[in-house]
Structures are given as C-alpha cells and as structure tokens.
C-alpha cells in the first residue's frame, strides 16, 4: 500500500509554460518551479544571489564572535614557543633546500646525464631524481640517478606492473618492441 501523500501533482514551468509532474512531498521543500535545471538556469541567469553586497548585521557579528570564543584552532591553541616538537623543517630550514630548489636536484641536473637510467626517456619534465639507497639525506653523485615517473614508481612499489604511460602501437594495434623490451 502506498503511503499518503506520496502522489505526483501536475505543475506548470515559471519559465517555458511546459506541464510537467513532482511529487507532493518536494512541494512542501519549495520545489517545482521549473520543469528541468536548465529552465532553472535561464530563469535566474541574470539575477543577483539574494544575499551578495548584504552587510551583516551587528547582532550577527556578535553571534559569530560568541560562538568562536569557545572554539579551539586546528592547533587546538598550541604554539611554537610552548611546544617546539610542532615545529617541521620546512624549506628554507630543510637540508635539501637552497633558495628553492632542491639540493639533489641541482647536483643531477648539473653532473647526470638527463635520461631515465632505466628505459632512457629525456623529457626534462618526466624525471624525477631518485635516491639509490632511498635516504633523502645522503645526497652523494653516486647515490643519486635520473628515473622517468614510470619507472621511479615501479622502483618504489614493484607489485604495481601497470604502467603509467600506455605502450606505443603500430598501425595494426599491436605493441612496438624496443631493444630493451616494451615502450
């Protein structure tokens, strides 16, 4: 049995004129005005938001302070001085950072040759460095090698064998095999 009240009223569009059904229920939650979202649009389109450029009042703004005097911040009010663990290095007091650049980037860049080690991608703005004993402290020529962001991936997380870069094909569909395997 159906429940009561549950029923579709015939309604007409304020803006196109079209006949169109809702539910009684929506009704009462000041629905069904407009056959569709795009009559919706149309109509408002043009119209300012009821309440841009409305100043709040002063029994507002007393409101809003009142109710964030009991609030705590995200910090939930501690402060550097108080608890100095809180403090993180970050960039200019990290070891791996001189005047915005990475330290480690800056060695590669300058002594590496610029090519995935791995498969031998050069595009610049596909490689990242990689730490060969993964310590981002130890920064040593040795230490450091150029990987395309497939294969920096792959080095990091080797259950994942999805690729990130689809495999070139020929006209046929089929996968173009390079000297070293797939690419």
Request: glycine share 8%; with cysteine.
């Amino acid at each position: 049995m159906r429940k009561r009240g549950t029923g579709k009223e015939i309604r007409i569009c304020q803006h196109c004129g079209k006949t169109f059904k809702i539910f009684k229920c929506w009704l009462k939650k000041n629905k069904g005005k407009f056959c569709s979202l795009k009559c919706m649009g149309k109509a408002r389109k043009g119209k300012p938001v009821w309440n841009k450029g409305i100043p709040h009042t002063e029994t507002t703004k007393d409101k809003i302070r009142q109710k964030a005097l009991g609030r705590t911040g995200w910090n939930k009010g501690l402060t550097k001085e108080s608890h100095p663990n809180l403090t993180r290095l970050k960039k200019e007091k990290s070891p791996n950072w001189r005047g915005g650049t990475t330290v480690y980037r800056s060695i590669a860049l300058d002594n590496l040759p610029v090519k995935c080690a791995i498969c031998g991608v050069s595009n610049p703005k596909l490689l990242v460095v990689h730490h060969i004993d993964r310590n981002r402290r130890n920064n040593q020529l040795n230490n450091l090698q150029f990987l395309c962001l497939n294969c920096h991936r792959l080095e990091h997380y080797p259950e994942r064998k999805i690729s990130l870069f689809k495999p070139k094909r020929n006209k046929k569909g089929r996968f173009v095999k390079n000297k070293e395997g797939f690419q």
